[in-house]
Each structure stands twice: as C-alpha cells, then as structure tokens.
C-alpha cells in the first residue's frame, strides 16, 4: 500500500485521470480490454470531469473499456444520489463509449433483486465471457467515508464477511438504508485500486487506514482491502495527519 499527497484537489484529481489513462492504455495493450469499476460520490467529480476533456479522453480506447460500479444507493436511476448518474453526467456522457460496455446496478429495483441482477450480469460478462472464476478488474477507484466504510461496506454490516458472492444488498442501520455493493472477494482480486481521498474532514480516518490495527477487532473496512497493489492519492488537507508525507507539485 502506498500513497502520494498532492496540494491542491485539482491536483489530486489530475493524478488520479492520469492514473486512469496509464493503467487504461496498459491494459488495451496488453489483451484488448479494460474492465475499470467507478465509485460515486462528490470525491471524484473532477477527476471524472478531466477524464471526460480531450487531454485525457483521447489516449483511452473506449471502444475496448468496460465500465462497473462498486456500489449503488437504494434509490432510481435518474435519482440525484445515484452513483452511476453522477459518473455519467460528469464522465460517460461525454465519452465514445459503447452503451452495451456500461453495467449499471438496477437500483429501481429491490436491493436484493438488484443484487442478484448485477451478480448474473458479472458472471455472464466475466465468467461467460472470459473464463474468469472471479472478476479480476484492471482498475477500481474507491473512496473512504469517515466512518472507514468502502464502496457500500459500513462497519458492523454483514457483507464484511461476505465469502462467496461478489454482489450483495447490505443493510446499513446507521443510515437506515440498503446499498447493494461489491464485496471484498471481488475488491480483492482487482489489480489495482485507487483510493481517491479529499478535504481536512477525512484526515483522521486517512491516518486510521494507513495505520494497521494493533488488534484485528480494531480493523476498519478499510483495512480488509489487500489487492496487490492499492495506491492512496490524497489532497495536503487529507494527509494533514500523516507523518513524513510524501508529496509531489
């Protein structure tokens, strides 16, 4: 695990388009294919806008890119907290990319029926498809909230011990709500995550993610993530509580 402090959001945000771009180009290079799962929330609006501009969206083979979701809130499509609106608005809409190569979760549907709909979708993409026994996805871009939750995976909800599903409808009793979400057997397999983190508000949970538990009872969902390679950016506000941050212009 690693992580670069960046001084400015924008900054931040053009590190993680660029990031995007490289390991995007590697993969279409590699086996012509770019499987990339997005996160919502207002984090990565900017970096999904400079995705979008001419600079970035001109180096990536959208006719090759397949894009997922690590999570979705219980509520319809054209909802304003919708995941997947906000990644379309700011990124999708304005990119050549084939309408059959973007997997959304149903979330107008019950979350369990969304679930399992978006379950079936992966197995018939990346199992049937790709003779994968599990999604192996090139890039997965995370946020973190303050809780330490990830994707839709809050503390004390049972989809932190979820096994064998890759999708699953999680209760959340804190929120009083259900999110449907990746789970970690998924997130785990991904060859390289992306953690995106901004604003002074996140700095203790930053500093809590980056430091392992002195006792697994003290883990966060944060700390369950152990793809190989999981790269933290953050903005100098974020960071502010880290010691001997690493940082670049």
Same mark, same amino acid.
């Given at each position: 695990?690693?992580?670069?402090?960046?001084?400015?959001?924008?900054?931040?945000?053009?590190?993680?388009?660029t990031?995007?771009?490289?390991?995007? *180009?590697?993969?279409t290079?590699?086996?012509? %294919?770019?499987?990339?799962? !997005?996160? @919502?929330?207002? #984090?990565?609006? *900017? /970096?999904?806008?400079?995705?979008?501009?001419d600079?970035?969206?001109?180096?990536?083979? &959208?006719?090759? #890119?397949?894009i997922? &979701?690590? *999570?979705?809130?219980?509520?319809?499509?054209?909802?304003?907290?919708n995941?997947? %609106?906000?990644?379309?608005?700011?990124?999708?809409?304005?990119?050549? +990319?084939?309408?059959?190569?973007?997997?959304?979760?149903?979330?107008?549907?019950?979350?369990q029926?969304?679930?399992?709909?978006?379950? /079936?979708?992966? $197995?018939?993409?990346f199992?049937?498809?790709?003779?994968?026994?599990?999604?192996?996805?090139?890039?997965?871009?995370? @946020?973190?909230?303050?809780?330490?939750?990830?994707?839709?995976?809050?503390? @004390?909800? !049972?989809? !932190?011990?979820?096994?064998?599903r890759?999708v699953?409808?999680?209760?959340?009793p $804190? +929120? *009083?709500? &259900?999110r449907?979400?990746? #789970?970690y057997?998924?997130?785990?397999?991904?060859?390289?995550?992306?953690?995106?983190?901004?604003?002074?508000?996140?700095?203790?949970?930053?500093?809590?993610? !980056?430091?392992?538990?002195?006792d697994?009872?003290?883990?966060?969902p944060?700390?369950l993530?152990?793809?190989?390679?999981?790269?933290?950016?953050?903005?100098k506000?974020?960071?502010?509580?880290?010691?001997?941050?690493s940082?670049?212009?």
């Amino acid at each position: 695990m690693s992580y670069r402090v960046y001084p400015t959001r924008g900054a931040a945000a053009r590190a993680l388009a660029t990031e995007f771009v490289r390991i995007a *180009d590697k993969a279409t290079s590699s086996r012509d %294919r770019f499987t990339a799962v !997005l996160s @919502g929330g207002n #984090t990565p609006r *900017d /970096a999904y806008r400079l995705i979008a501009t001419d600079e970035f969206s001109r180096q990536i083979k &959208w006719s090759q #890119t397949y894009i997922f &979701w690590s *999570d979705e809130r219980a509520v319809p499509l054209d909802h304003a907290d919708n995941n997947a %609106r906000m990644a379309k608005d700011t990124l999708l809409n304005h990119v050549p +990319l084939p309408l059959p190569q973007l997997f959304r979760i149903q979330s107008q549907h019950p979350p369990q029926q969304a679930a399992d709909d978006y379950q /079936a979708t992966m $197995q018939k993409f990346f199992t049937g498809r790709l003779g994968m026994k599990i999604p192996k996805f090139d890039l997965m871009v995370l @946020g973190i909230g303050a809780d330490g939750h990830i994707a839709s995976l809050f503390p @004390g909800t !049972l989809a !932190l011990a979820e096994k064998d599903r890759w999708v699953v409808a999680n209760e959340v009793p $804190q +929120l *009083d709500t &259900w999110r449907v979400t990746l #789970t970690y057997p998924v997130i785990n397999a991904a060859t390289n995550i992306i953690f995106l983190v901004l604003g002074e508000e996140k700095a203790a949970i930053v500093k809590r993610a !980056l430091t392992p538990p002195a006792d697994p009872s003290d883990a966060i969902p944060a700390h369950l993530v152990r793809a190989a390679n999981v790269h933290w950016i953050l903005d100098k506000p974020a960071a502010s509580l880290l010691e001997g941050q690493s940082q670049t212009n």
